[in-house]
């Protein structure tokens, strides 16, 4: 039974983004503070694991942006047991998330320059190595996609299936998400198909899926030196979207890479 791999993070007076192992994972306005609790196990590739956090300035209520003396950004890699509950109090520590080093970096830097605004971004990584799970061959070494045409042909196919409810069809293209999850956290996916089939057929297709945009309307975004591409409708929708006909809006990220010489949907 897999443990599981927690991120514990709060960040404030910034604008926070988070990525593991090159993989989008966290992008919020932390101006009057913010939380994360993420769980990992698919972000984990073994050897290396990399979690790097950046932080932006923020507009604070005053008017200004906020200054690097300003962040704070702290928290925890934890390991978690099957039914262990989070807490301050409980997991196994790996690592302590901070960012005095950075700050105190910037603060000498900060005796030299007259525009403070050039001491942002700020970045750290933290790094680590995990046993069992890996993910590698999904983010570190599928083949990296340079032709955005296939990727926008890829796209119109997706939301041609999603218009159609063709739920065999999904499957086809949404199977090594699944059975990546039913990976890495096995009692939340004891049978990953009718998982599957409940999600789509019970719930996002009643919503009603929103698919009347273009070819022109779909934005990419490239990850993981350009293994994984994210899909999503321009300017911030994320690529499957339903209007909630049934009481819930259902919205789903959408992150594509090679698998086997063909594209398909992995997170």
């Known amino acids: 039974m897999p443990r599981i791999y927690s991120l514990e993070v709060f960040a404030s007076k910034c604008i926070v983004e988070i990525t593991i192992n090159g993989l989008f994972i966290f992008r919020a306005d932390a101006k009057n503070g913010t ?3 993420y769980p990992f196990n698919t972000e984990l590739i073994g050897k290396g694991n990399e979690i790097k956090i950046t932080a932006y300035p923020t507009l604070l209520d005053n008017g200004l942006p906020s200054s690097y003396s300003d962040v704070k950004i702290l928290g925890t890699i934890k390991i978690y047991g099957e039914n262990e509950i989070t807490g301050p109090g409980a997991g196994q520590f790996v690592q302590r998330i901070e960012f005095s080093d950075v700050l105190a970096q910037r603060q000498m830097q900060a005796e030299t320059i007259t525009d403070l605004t050039k001491l942002f971004p700020m970045s750290k990584s933290f790094t680590f190595d995990n046993e069992g799970l ?3 061959n999904r983010l570190v070494d599928a083949p990296v996609i340079k032709d955005e045409k296939i990727l926008l042909d890829y796209a119109e196919k997706l939301r041609d299936i999603i218009t159609k409810q063709d739920l065999e069809a999904l499957w086809a293209e949404y199977k090594p998400k699944v059975d990546d999850y039913a990976l890495a956290y096995p009692p939340e996916f004891p049978e990953p198909l009718n998982w599957f089939t409940d999600f789509f057929k019970n719930d996002f297709f009643p919503g009603g899926p929103i698919t009347n945009f273009k070819r022109g309307d779909i934005g990419l975004r ?3 030196d ?6 999503f409708v321009k300017p911030a929708q994320k690529f499957f979207v339903n209007q909630g006909l049934d009481g819930d ?3 789903v990220e959408v992150y594509v890479s090679m698998v086997d010489g063909k594209l398909r949907i992995i997170r």
């Open 249 to 251: 809006i259902n919205s």
């Open 226 to 231: 350009g293994r994984v591409w994210e899909l």
């Open 222 to 224: 490239s990850w993981c």
């Open 35 to 37: 939380s994360l609790n």
């Open 134 to 136: 890996s993910f590698k």
